[in-house]
């Protein structure tokens, strides 16, 4: 009979992290925890990072930082990209919307982790979906016969809110120059990311500064505008309050 494994995906966003959290002291079964590191976290997500490590090298659970083998500033701007019309292009450029490369980055990377660990294992792998974000709970349904995907946080009926509630309680923030990241955006992913509204660019601008002017360098790295309209334009119309 083949072992089972219970691992833990986490991102490190408010909700995984509450999960993960929850689970260490419920004492659910847990043998790993995985993150993968896009390469373009923000600073507050590497300091939980190096918390939880502390966490989880005193409880003897293993933890796994997973990359892709690039870097993500070598898919972005420098891979040969060859497109349909013949052409070559270099690097993905912007992450985000249709075209998540670094998502399908991330998928592919964990696939290949479990292959080469796991292959002869059951996994039982933790997701940390909120119970208020329907669109993206996937059933409790098997993948493959070894792979078995489920959802803590919707089985003990955790919002978001309730997630990022409960961090704090634990003494987590996501703080950066006094400002907690989840006060100015509403998801706390990628810095470079094109899914960012416009109230999160503002107060990126406002409040983030140092990544305004990474997104900035971005942009003049892969010559595509940010967000299609490019960081110019934001700057006119967001800090000058004016609508888009
Ligand atoms: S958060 Fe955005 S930039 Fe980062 S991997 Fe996901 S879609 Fe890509």
Request: hydrophobic share 35%.
């Amino acid at each position: 009979m083949a072992d089972v494994k219970y691992i833990a995906s986490c991102s490190f966003g408010k909700d995984s992290l509450a999960m993960v959290l929850r689970l260490i002291e419920k004492d659910y079964p847990l043998d790993e925890i995985i993150f993968f590191d896009t390469g373009m976290e923000f600073h507050a997500i590497y300091n939980n990072v190096e918390k939880l490590s502390k966490i989880l090298l005193d409880k003897k659970i293993k933890f796994s930082i997973l990359k892709d083998k690039y870097s993500f500033e070598f898919n972005a701007f420098q891979r040969e990209v060859h497109k349909k019309d013949g052409t070559i292009a270099y690097g993905y450029d912007w992450c985000g919307g249709i075209r998540r490369w670094a998502t399908a980055s991330k998928l592919s990377t964990i696939k290949r982790y479990y292959k080469e660990n796991y292959d002869n294992e059951i996994i039982i792998e933790y997701v940390g979906i909120a119970s208020d974000e329907s669109d993206r709970i996937e059933k409790y349904r098997i993948k493959r016969m070894n792979y078995i995907k489920i959802y803590p946080l919707v089985e003990w009926g955790m919002t978001e809110n309730d997630c990022l509630n409960y961090c704090y309680k634990q003494g987590w923030n996501w703080k950066e120059n006094g400002t907690d990241l989840y006060q100015i955006l509403d998801r706390v992913s990628c810095w470079c990311c094109v899914n960012k509204n416009q109230k999160e660019i503002k107060n990126i601008m406002m409040y983030l500064p140092e990544y305004w002017e990474r997104i900035k360098v971005y942009e003049r790295r892969c010559g595509v505008p940010y967000k299609k309209k490019g960081t110019e334009y934001f700057e006119k119309k967001l800090l000058n309050n004016k609508k888009c």
